[in-house]
């Protein structure tokens, strides 16, 4: 019943600038607690930023000063506007949407981000 949907990865040279979008279906949005995580090869899937449905954000310190996480309750969706990007932070993205009513998550199906030095 929940879809998410990431987009707007892709291939760029360190210091250059992504913005990952996720949209999301059904009207569970506004209930949600929302994350960006992402996982390298031969890592462990991490998190990268979270926004509650109240607007509080939180970041790994890794990506402090770096990424916004932002959302837009009108256009089901949730941002990752990436900045100052390096090749550490090449990974594939995944979106998560966790209904807080019963505590479920739904994930997307993730997008590549590629960073080159």
């Known amino acids: 019943q929940v879809q998410l949907v990431e987009s707007g990865g892709g291939l760029v040279q360190a210091g250059g600038s992504l913005r990952l979008s996720c949209a999301a279906s059904?009207?569970?949005?506004?209930?949600?607690?929302m994350g960006w995580y992402r996982q390298a090869p031969g890592k462990q899937r991490e998190l990268v930023a979270s926004?509650?449905?109240?607007?509080?954000?939180n970041y790994v310190d890794s990506v402090k000063g770096r990424f916004t996480i932002s959302r837009d309750n009108g256009k089901n969706t949730v941002y990752l506007q990436m900045n100052s990007l390096q090749p550490e932070d090449t990974a594939v993205y995944y979106c998560?949407?966790?209904?807080?009513?019963?505590?479920?998550?739904?994930w997307g199906q993730g997008t590549q981000v590629t960073v080159s030095s």
């Open positions: 059904g009207s569970f949005f506004r209930l949600s607690d």
């Open positions: 998560k949407a966790n209904i807080l009513l019963v505590q479920k998550d739904y």
């Open positions: 926004i509650t449905k109240g607007g509080i954000t």
